[in-house]
């Protein structure tokens, strides 16, 4: 399957900072990819839709000048977390979609946030 | 709201013991339904999926899942589990033409004794 990777793995920030996290297709062009934060023994929740070329859309509840999202490339999303709170930590996942018609979704391994 | 809900949150077999794990949804209108596993410090990974078509999907590893529309249920099957499938499972689902936007089941954890 196709392979998406998502950088870093962990970090660590002090409050009032802001994180990028990435997030890269390395062997499919992906148009559009996906944002989810997945809190401790809780699901995943989708937080923004990341289209290349325009503005990302984002779910209900999610405050868009907080949690920036980018998509410049076809095969790199980024993330990035403004004035971090401890309350932002949690694990980030990326996913991209191939192109084409009912195609999957392939998930990056995920970004755990701590914000001290 | 669309959700997704998922029956057991933690799962405990011994080795050889059927699975199965349930998976209800709440979507209006035509569906993709998914399931996911997560071994430890890995990535999400593809079990199998439901499109359209035969409602008896078969996926990797002996994974199973039968779409019943009138439940709105799609439960994950194994008949013989091993220590390997140890794992997080999630179920999801999507509005059908748009794959990539997942809504999420709250997850099982299934741990399987040697």
């Known amino acids: 399957g196709a392979v998406v990777s998502q950088h870093p793995s962990r970090v660590i920030c002090k409050s009032g900072t802001s994180v990028k996290i990435e997030c890269r297709s390395l062997?499919?062009?992906?148009?559009?990819m996906f944002w989810y934060r997945q809190f401790p023994k809780q699901s995943l929740m989708l937080m923004a839709t990341?289209?290349?070329?325009?503005?990302?859309?984002?779910e209900q509840g999610v405050e868009k000048d907080k949690f920036l999202i980018n998509h410049a490339s076809l095969t790199l999303s980024t993330l990035t977390v403004t004035s971090a709170h401890p309350e932002d930590s949690s694990f980030y996942i990326c996913?991209?979609?191939?192109?084409?018609?009912?195609?999957?979704?392939?998930f990056g391994q995920g970004t755990r946030l701590t914000v001290v | 709201a669309q959700s997704v809900s998922q029956h057991n949150h933690h799962v405990i077999l011994s080795e050889a013991a059927s699975l199965e794990l349930g998976c209800n949804y709440s979507?209006?209108?035509?569906?993709?339904l998914f399931w996911y596993v997560q071994y430890p410090g890995q990535h999400l990974q593809l079990l199998l999926k439901y499109f359209s078509g035969d409602p008896l999907v078969k996926g990797i590893k002996g994974f199973e899942a039968e779409f019943i529309k009138s439940k709105f249920s799609f439960n994950l099957r194994k008949p013989s589990v091993q220590w390997s499938d140890t794992a997080e499972y999630f179920c999801?689902?999507?509005?059908?033409?748009?794959?990539?936007?997942?809504?999420f089941g709250q997850g099982t954890t299934l741990q399987v004794k040697p």
């Open positions: 990341s289209n290349e070329g325009s503005k990302a859309t984002y």
């Open positions: 979507y209006g209108g035509t569906v993709n």
């Open positions: 062997d499919f062009q992906a148009t559009t």
């Open positions: 996913s991209a979609l191939e192109p084409g018609g009912d195609t999957e979704a392939f």
């Open positions: 999801a689902v999507s509005h059908s033409g748009n794959t990539g936007k997942l809504i």
